[in-house]
Nanobody
Framework: QVQLVESGGGLVQAGGSLRLSCAASGRTFSSYAMGWFRQAPGKEREFVAAISRSGGSTSYADSVKGRFTISRDNAKNTVYLQMNSLKPEDTAVYYC??????????????WGQGTQVTVSS
């Protein structure tokens, strides 16, 4: 069992930056690939980024490639999402997830409750 708690969301102007964190409970954090997903109002939840168990491989949605960076610290049981050059269309609730590798929600077994990111124009 893994419990995930996101933090770091907030209100930021377009062009600004935010860093999201996701703290995981349990001693098996390094056994899981980690992902970030987001859900905007009225839209389905979508993949943002993923990182392998060791952190050696990453994957990004085309919409965030070059602007967002996913990383993890297995000693701290934490995964991060650095978001730069934010756009109003990045406004969403951001969720972290733990599970298998990939961009499909079905690959992930555990989910956090989400943190709101709002980007003003």
């Amino acid at each position: 069992q893994v419990q995930l708690v996101e933090s770091g969301g907030g209100l930021v102007q377009a062009g600004g930056s935010l860093r999201l964190s996701c703290a995981a409970s349990g001693r098996t954090f390094s056994s899981y690939a980690m992902g970030w997903f987001r859900q905007a109002p009225g839209k389905e939840r979508e993949f943002v980024a993923a990182i392998s168990r060791s952190g050696g491989s990453t994957s990004y949605a085309d919409s965030v490639k070059g602007r967002f960076t996913i990383s993890r610290d297995n000693a701290k049981n934490t995964v991060y999402l650095q978001m730069n050059s934010l756009k109003p269309e990045d406004t969403a609730v951001y969720y972290c997830a733990a599970g298998g590798w990939g961009n499909a929600q079905s690959e992930y077994d555990y989910w956090g409750q989400g943190t709101q990111v709002t980007v003003s124009s």
